[in-house]
């Protein structure tokens, strides 16, 4: 594993400074779109999903397929659209519009009272960044987090983005939480431990000396946006090995230097003050033979 000295090292001349900068209300979705049952609901819960994991049918992987399909398209409208000066309140727009273009509904509108259509992470804002009115600087990084709820199911993927001129640093760090995610998709197929996701993780960010956040996991995913199993993204002891008809999603978060956070008052910004992080998602389906990467982008290559 190797040691890199970065404590010395000051990323951001322009920190993340809490409520700094206005959030625009959330926007409408037109009525005739189909609403996730928790707009109505109580709040769902989040953390450590009870039961058995879910082995969907032939007819609900196929729903998963088109959401998982209309959340990559739209990552790969909003990272191609990252200019600098641009706000994160206009990427949530241009998020939302795509979205609700494909009569989905936005899935972070109302989900525990998140107030917009996409998370947008900012530089040493790990995730769960809700996009305002701070305009997009030179050097930024930024995570951006779609959900989308189509047909009575969820599709979920994030992507990463940069604005020049970047950081060679921050661009090594999001290389590297790429290839955890690639390297941990690889190993997917009947009868594979759910703990091994972790464990690859782990080496691919131990062999460049960053990082693993240990705070967030990945989940399953079908008509509810999180459901079991969860997937813990260092090295752990979850039970369980993956089986045909399995979909979940992995999305490990690196970090520059130390595993340490705070959250905002917002209750949804967790920020580890001039630490950059990096984040990629994808939606997995284990096949008979393998695994299939529902949230594949067009523009992707390697897995």
Same mark, same amino acid.
């Given at each position: 594993?190797k040691?890199?000295?970065?404590?010395?090292?000051?990323?951001?001349?322009?920190p993340?400074?809490?409520g700094q900068?206005?959030?625009?209300?959330?926007?409408?979705?037109?009525?005739?779109?189909?609403?996730?049952?928790?707009?109505?609901?109580?709040?769902?819960?989040?953390?450590?999903?009870?039961? %058995?994991? !879910?082995?969907h049918?032939q007819?609900? #992987?196929? *729903? $998963?397929?088109?959401?998982? &399909?209309?959340?990559?398209?739209? /990552?790969?409208?909003?990272?191609?659209?990252?200019?600098?000066?641009?706000?994160?309140?206009?990427?949530?727009k241009?998020?939302?519009?795509?979205?609700?273009?494909?009569?989905?509904?936005?899935?972070?509108?109302?989900?525990?009272?998140?107030?917009?259509?996409?998370?947008?992470?900012?530089?040493?804002?790990?995730?769960?960044?809700?996009?305002?009115?701070?305009?997009?600087?030179g050097?930024?990084?930024l995570?951006?987090d779609?959900?989308?709820?189509?047909?009575?199911?969820?599709?979920?993927?994030?992507?990463? %983005?940069? !604005?020049?001129?970047?950081?060679?640093? #921050?661009? *090594? $760090?999001?290389?590297?939480? &790429?290839k955890a995610?690639?390297? /941990?998709?690889?190993?997917?197929?009947?009868?594979?431990?759910?703990?091994?996701?972790?464990?690859?993780?782990?080496e691919v960010?131990?062999?460049?000396?960053?990082?693993v956040?240990?705070?967030?996991?990945?989940?399953?995913?079908?008509e509810?946006?999180?459901?079991?199993?969860?997937?813990?993204?260092?090295?752990?002891?979850?039970?369980?090995?993956?089986?045909?008809?399995?979909?979940?999603?992995?999305?490990?978060?690196?970090?520059?230097?130390?595993?340490?956070?705070l959250?905002?008052?917002?209750?949804?910004?967790?920020?580890?003050?001039d630490?950059?992080?990096?984040?990629?998602?994808?939606?997995?389906?284990?096949?008979?033979?393998?695994?299939?990467?529902?949230?594949?982008?067009?523009?992707?290559?390697?897995?």
């Amino acid at each position: 594993m190797k040691q890199r000295k970065r404590s010395h090292i000051k990323y951001f001349s322009k920190p993340i400074i809490e409520g700094q900068y206005g959030v625009v209300p959330a926007r409408a979705v037109p009525s005739h779109i189909p609403r996730p049952s928790y707009i109505s609901d109580a709040k769902p819960v989040y953390g450590i999903y009870e039961g %058995a994991p !879910v082995v969907h049918s032939q007819d609900m #992987i196929q *729903k $998963l397929r088109k959401a998982a &399909q209309i959340a990559a398209t739209t /990552a790969y409208v909003a990272q191609k659209s990252v200019r600098q000066g641009m706000t994160t309140d206009d990427l949530d727009k241009i998020v939302h519009e795509f979205i609700i273009s494909q009569n989905a509904y936005p899935s972070p509108i109302g989900f525990m009272g998140f107030p917009k259509s996409v998370c947008t992470s900012v530089n040493e804002v790990c995730c769960h960044g809700i996009p305002n009115l701070r305009p997009l600087d030179g050097g930024d990084s930024l995570n951006i987090d779609v959900t989308i709820f189509y047909d009575g199911v969820h599709g979920d993927t994030s992507v990463m %983005a940069q !604005v020049p001129e970047m950081n060679p640093e #921050i661009t *090594k $760090l999001i290389d590297t939480t &790429q290839k955890a995610l690639y390297e /941990a998709i690889k190993i997917c197929k009947p009868g594979q431990k759910f703990s091994k996701i972790g464990d690859i993780i782990e080496e691919v960010a131990g062999d460049e000396g960053f990082t693993v956040c240990e705070l967030f996991t990945g989940h399953g995913i079908g008509e509810l946006m999180h459901m079991p199993p969860t997937i813990i993204h260092n090295l752990n002891d979850y039970p369980g090995v993956m089986v045909p008809g399995n979909v979940f999603t992995i999305e490990p978060i690196l970090l520059m230097r130390h595993d340490q956070y705070l959250m905002w008052k917002d209750n949804f910004t967790v920020v580890s003050p001039d630490n950059p992080s990096a984040q990629w998602e994808h939606m997995i389906l284990i096949t008979e033979n393998g695994y299939e990467v529902l949230t594949k982008r067009e523009d992707e290559t390697g897995i």
